[in-house]
């Protein structure tokens, strides 16, 4: 059984520019998150979509948005990047029906904002 | 709003030697609670979990009891290996919307 797929594994981007990262989940899995490990901040999430809707979000600024298609594929978007964004992206995925199964990550994307 | 406090970290310990990470959390309700363990340069593993009060959840020789009255879920091995070195998260989750993470405890295991 695959995983969770994200790519690009690592990616340089200069300030200012936008990034978009992308998450394929288990297969039947609907629901897919987002997260940001930082040395300072460390695991904060970011927003949650199950079935294309995004059912959660995080306390993050509206440079950080996201999206999921119909087959659960995700694809998260930071604009206008600054240097404090460079951290490493986590992509988490589940059933999305329960609270007790946890979730299943992704080896992550390292974002480095030069 | 739900938050998780581990143990400070780091944590050098030998082989061999006994293992124990505390994590209390705060929550409005019942959560369900997890370990996860990070190796270097990986993402987050689910070590194990326990989802109702009482619960234990054991997995590799990692356990952890989850504790309504304390309100902790402290991780605990008999014997820790050097394969063992990482970080190790507590997290709760009261839907299945979002995880809520400690800040995390570096382990490493000296031969």
């Known amino acids: 059984k695959a995983g969770v797929t994200q790519t690009p594994r690592y990616l340089i981007k200069t300030r200012g520019q936008q990034v978009t990262l992308s998450c394929s989940p288990i297969?039947?899995?609907?629901?897919v998150s987002w997260y940001q490990q930082t040395p300072g901040q460390g695991l904060q999430f970011l927003f949650e979509?199950?079935?294309?809707?995004?059912?959660n979000k995080g306390n993050f600024p509206g440079r950080f948005s996201g999206r999921q298609f119909s087959n659960s594929r995700s694809e998260m978007n930071v604009s206008t990047l600054e240097l404090g964004d460079s951290a490493l992206y986590l992509c988490?995925?589940?059933?999305?029906?329960?609270?007790?199964?946890?979730?299943?990550f992704g080896s992550g994307t390292r974002l480095t904002v030069v | 709003g739900d938050s998780v406090t581990q143990m400070e970290g780091p944590v050098t310990l030998s082989e061999e030697a006994f293992l124990t990470i505390n994590c209390t959390y705060t929550a409005t309700g019942y959560p369900s609670l997890f370990w996860y363990v990070q190796y270097p340069g990986e993402g987050l593993q689910l070590l194990l979990k326990a989802t109702k009060a009482d619960d234990k959840g054991s997995n590799k020789g990692f356990e952890a009891t989850y504790r309504k009255e304390t309100t902790s879920f402290h991780l605990e091995k008999g014997s820790v290996q050097v394969s063992d070195s990482a970080v190790y998260f507590c997290a709760l989750a009261e839907s299945a919307r979002q995880l809520t993470f400690g800040s995390g405890t570096q382990l490493t295991v000296l031969p």
């Open positions: 979509y199950f079935s294309e809707t995004q059912r």
């Open positions: 297969s039947g899995h609907r629901s």
């Open positions: 988490a995925s589940s059933s999305g029906d329960r609270d007790t199964e946890g979730y299943t």
